[in-house]
């Protein structure tokens, strides 16, 4: 597993991935282990090395850390000598990168897709995390407005309709952080939330 070589800096990436960026995205310091087979080592040997870690640890989440989004640095200096694995052949090397990490916080304001509607709420994805909106903390006149036949959430006016592909724009009231994911519990309830353009 990832662990963190240095105090995380904020990152400045929220005009590239869209509203809610904010300081839920950070750049942090990881160290890791990877374990590379004896076909593998040669000429192209680093650059391996830099696939193998990008594909393990991009779109992973690391608990309490958050998802890693990208890996923005490895330095050919930061990948150690390889210590060989006696039973197994393999050869471990300690490599030191830089990451983007996704971590959300309670009461950040992010914009989010509905993926499902459902009698007791909906459920929708901003990025790799998952946020679940129950009735309740829906306006007074969305919370009874279910409609079955659509599957959609209906406002008393007609104006308003959540359903799955909508944009919508929440509060997280409870992220929960566990070893391979991150999910949280939104509100649409507060003043300037609920639907938006998915284009905005």
């Known amino acids: 597993m990832c662990r963190q070589s240095d105090r995380p800096q904020i990152a400045n990436v929220g005009d590239i991935l869209g509203h809610g960026a904010g300081t839920m995205f950070f750049l942090k310091g990881f160290e890791e ?7 593998d080592l040669g000429p192209q040997l680093r650059e391996k090395i ?3 870690l990008k ?23 930061d990948i150690s000598k390889g210590q ?18 996704f971590r959300p916080f309670r009461l950040e304001v992010l914009d989010a897709v509905v993926t499902t509607a459902l009698n ?10 998952q946020i679940f909106v129950s009735r309740h903390m829906m306006p007074e006149d969305l919370k009874e407005g ?3 036949e659509r599957s959609a959430w209906v406002s008393e006016d007609k104006e308003v309709e959540i359903r799955a592909g909508s944009g919508v724009r929440l509060r997280l009231m409870n992220v929960k952080f566990d070893q391979n994911s991150v999910s949280a519990v939104g509100t649409i309830k507060d003043d ?5 353009s998915v284009d905005e």
């Open 33 to 39: 282990e990877l374990a590379m087979n004896p076909e």
């Open 50 to 52: 830099k696939s193998r």
């Open 55 to 77: 594909s393990s640890v991009e779109g992973a989440a690391l608990g309490r850390i958050g998802y890693v989004v990208y890996v923005t640095e490895i330095n050919d200096e």
């Open 84 to 101: 060989i694995e006696d039973s197994t052949g393999q050869v471990t090397y300690k490599v030191k990168f830089k990451a983007v990490v």
């Open 120 to 129: 007791y709420g909906f459920f929708a994805k901003a990025g790799p995390l």
């Open 146 to 148: 279910f409609d079955h």
């Open 192 to 196: 300037y939330l609920g639907l938006v």
